[in-house]
């Protein structure tokens, strides 16, 4: 995904203050439909997402993220990039403590694939 539209994505997330910014807490975001394109293929990839982040000083505002998610639907791009691309927008819009992004595809040829990664906040000091 070029640079320029790369961006466009990303600035799709919205966040909001996180009211309890001092207390360490987790939030579980599950969307059961997420859909890509196969770049290989072009055939249709679907899977469920799991985030998992403690927010530090904003939380991720849920339509926002859903109409993000949405924009993959015709994008032809590979489970494990698009699961880190995902990583990536999420933390540089939110900047959690830390975050981890579970993506389990549905199988297809009889292979299913999961692809989990992580950001953890570095501490100076």
Known sequence: MPDEKAAEFREMLETFPNQFPDREYQIEIVCPE????CPMTGQPDFGTLTITYAPAQKCVELKSLKMYLQRFRNEGIFYEHVTNRILDDLT???EPR??????????RG???SIITCEFVKKTTG
């Open 98 to 107: 830390w975050l981890r992004l579970k993506a389990a595809f549905t199988p």
């Open 92 to 94: 540089s819009q939110m």
């Open 34 to 37: 997420f859909t890509s394109v």
């Open 110 to 112: 009889g292979i299913s």
